[in-house]
């Protein structure tokens, strides 16, 4: 059995797929098939695309009223107000809107002004959500599903080549992992996790067998005025980036949690570590001081079989 590599390039980052198999046709049919659903989710959900269904879902938004959802859409959502309620509100999917005001491109602060007219269209709460149907009745708000999507495709493409007879590999997504099973001799996937501010540096080596491991951080799309660094992890109350974690990194079953805990985690700023903690996931984090915590700082190396 032999280890075959598919980098590529989706969800605006790198990515690839690497896969154990027999033949390199078998894994070439297993990999084509994730690739084409992590595709689909792409041109189904990006806000970036008018052609998208989220794009049809903001179009009535804007305007306020009502849609009909497919059952896909309609369990990411019913996830989505898990999340909300979870977090005490802080995992917002409304709050993409704010990066209107943020230019991560640019050295410049938005007007808080600008920021707090975006915030009184954030919110769950305003509008109404009863499957199959969505409702807007405040005009003008938009959806964001960048922090549920990414990981879920994670899931599903690892889930899409177990399906085709492959039981050892990993799907990577932009650092967000799923492991579809040990290496082909048993030993697990070792998998390192960048340092927020020193790019070439690892703050820990993890050994996985199984489960998922995702991140959050100003790690690239940030931008550092006065000494002080701006992420894009935003705080839907304030509409300012969160200040007190610089990332987090959580290990879980399945990437879609560990995404959104890890997102969490950095929203809940000082009481992030506790959160984080009380959640009972191997976690790491770093706050904007360079404290290094959590549950996966022992020295050496972590190995885990999650699941």
Not at 65 to 74: F, K, L, M, P
Not at 137 to 166: F, Q, S
Not at 213 to 236: F, K, Q, W
Request: aromatic content about 8%; some cysteine; glycine content about 10%.
């Amino acid at each position: 059995m032999k280890l075959y590599r598919f980098p590529f390039n989706a969800m605006g980052t790198a990515c690839e797929i690497q896969l154990y198999a027999a033949t390199e046709t078998k894994a070439g049919r297993a990999v084509d098939a994730a690739i084409a659903d992590v595709q689909r989710l792409e041109s189904f959900y990006s806000r970036y695309r008018e052609s998208s269904f989220l794009s049809e879902i903001n179009r009535v938004a804007a305007k306020g009223g009502s849609i009909i959802v497919d059952n896909e859409t309609a369990g990411l959502l019913d996830y989505a107000e898990t999340c909300y309620r979870e977090s005490d509100e802080l995992f917002d999917i409304t709050s993409g809107i704010l990066h209107h005001a943020w230019n991560f491109k640019s050295d410049q602060l938005p007007d808080e002004a600008v920021i707090q007219g975006l915030l009184d269209r954030v919110g769950w709460h305003k509008l109404r959500w009863a499957s199959p149907i969505l409702k807007f009745p405040l005009p003008g708000m938009e959806l964001d599903l960048g922090g549920v999507v990414k990981e879920y495709a994670v899931d599903r493409a690892a889930t899409i080549c177990w399906n085709r007879g492959i039981q050892h590999g990993m799907v990577n997504l932009g650092g967000d992992i799923k492991i579809i099973g040990p290496h082909a001799d048993g030993s697990p996937w070792r998998i390192g996790i960048r340092h927020p501010r020193y790019p070439d540096t690892l703050l820990q080596t993890l050994e996985l067998y199984s489960g998922a491991l995702a991140s959050s951080g100003d790690y690239e799309r940030c931008i550092t005025i006065n000494s002080i660094r701006y992420g894009h992890v935003l705080n839907p109350k304030t509409g300012w980036p969160a200040r007190r974690m610089a990332a987090v990194s959580v290990v879980g079953d399945f990437c879609v949690i560990a995404g959104s805990a890890s997102t969490i985690g950095m929203l809940k700023e000082h009481q992030g570590k506790d959160w984080l903690e009380d959640l009972g996931l191997p976690h790491l984090w770093v706050d904007v001081d360079g404290h290094i915590g959590g549950s996966l700082t022992e020295e050496g190396e972590n190995v885990l079989e999650i699941g």
